[in-house]
């Protein structure tokens, strides 16, 4: 009852904030200009999209291996497509990250090492974004509507710092543990020290890490591209170009991540136009629907590269719906002997 109340609320907000923004733009505009979009750039934007996701398996491929598990890439792929359709089309307690663990573990039997590398693919893509987002907008000097942006990244970037030292070294992790005994956390403190240990066996593997790192920066300049080719189908032209892009695409990536929406609709369309209506170039009075425009056509993006998911899941022969939510609660409190590298 409760998850069930809390997927209508989400459902709830996304719509909710889609009305206001239909409310404060001129929809006749609006629909003209996604109308008179180039098909062209939109296909060259997917086709830029779906080569995004096969680097993405790729990156997840590839940190199987310190966790011993020899799932081939084909398979990979199928579970990130699968992933990304629960994670768009399927908006309940169970997320697309608990769907790849899902399918990982029952290909394997090694539910913390499934859990591991999800965990270590979606902090490296993280970084990578922070990073771009950081640096870029430290250069550019880039404000919205008078506020600095490089101030709010550099925040951003110390908590996820911080988070990860927690989970990566030990005395961080060792004044973590000791401060959640304090409190009696248990269930939480146990959770954190199995996290630990799991994503502890990437230590020894800097080369193979530096590859994942560097395939997170193409990743995340592949999204980047792919907005840019947005912005010609509806020839939108914005202030600084591509230093726009760099600041305001992975900005947007982490509103997008709010919890309280159906795969982060509403609050991206409405970022969209927040951020790139400030940079607009042309007519001031087209600012509004094209910065919309632009973020409804990376949603139809979206959405095309995640029916394969959707296709994949037709032909699945079970169903991850009750036991992925098992796994999501369970990933984090499997044993210390599970939790050993290599060990099966």
Request: aromatic share 12%.
């Amino acid at each position: 009852m409760k998850k069930t109340a809390v997927t209508i609320l989400k459902f709830a907000v996304s719509f909710g904030i889609l009305v206001l923004i239909a409310f404060k733009v001129d929809t006749k505009e609006l629909w003209q200009i996604l109308k008179t979009a180039h098909i062209g750039y939109f296909i060259a934007s997917v086709l830029v999209y779906y080569a995004v996701q096969g680097v993405s398996a790729y990156r997840w491929f590839l940190l199987l291996k310190p966790q011993g598990l020899k799932t081939p890439y084909s398979r990979i792929l199928s579970f990130y497509f699968l992933g990304m359709y629960f994670n768009f089309f399927l908006p309940t307690a169970i997320g697309g990250d608990a769907v790849r663990v899902y399918y990982l573990h029952k290909e394997e039997k090694r539910l913390s090492h499934s859990t591991a590398s999800v965990f270590l693919d979606r902090d490296l893509g993280m970084a990578a974004l922070l990073i771009i987002a950081t640096v870029v907008a430290a250069f550019a000097g880039t404000t919205i509507k008078g506020i600095a942006l490089t101030p709010i990244f550099v925040l951003i970037s110390l908590a996820f710092l911080f988070a990860n030292l927690a989970i990566f070294y030990r005395p961080t992790y060792n004044l973590l543990h000791s401060l959640l005994k304090r409190t009696r956390m248990k269930q939480v403190d146990h959770k954190v020290e199995s996290l630990f240990k799991a994503v502890n066996s990437y230590r020894g593997h800097s080369q193979l890490l530096s590859v994942a790192m560097l395939l997170s920066f193409i990743i995340q300049l592949g999204g980047i591209a792919s907005n840019v080719l947005l912005a010609k189908a509806i020839d939108f032209d914005t202030l600084h170009g591509w230093i726009d892009f760099l600041v305001f695409i992975p900005a947007i990536s982490l509103i997008s991540m709010n919890p309280l929406s159906v795969a982060g609709t509403g609050w991206r369309e409405y970022s969209y136009q927040i951020f790139f209506q400030s940079v607009a170039l042309g007519s001031p009075a087209l600012a509004a629907e094209k910065a919309i425009a632009l973020g409804l056509l990376w949603l139809g993006v979206m959405v095309a590269t995640s029916l394969p998911g959707g296709i994949l899941y037709i032909f699945q022969s079970s169903t991850p719906k009750a036991e992925a939510e098992t796994d999501q609660d369970d990933a984090l409190t499997v044993s210390d002997e599970a939790l050993e590298p290599g060990k099966p």
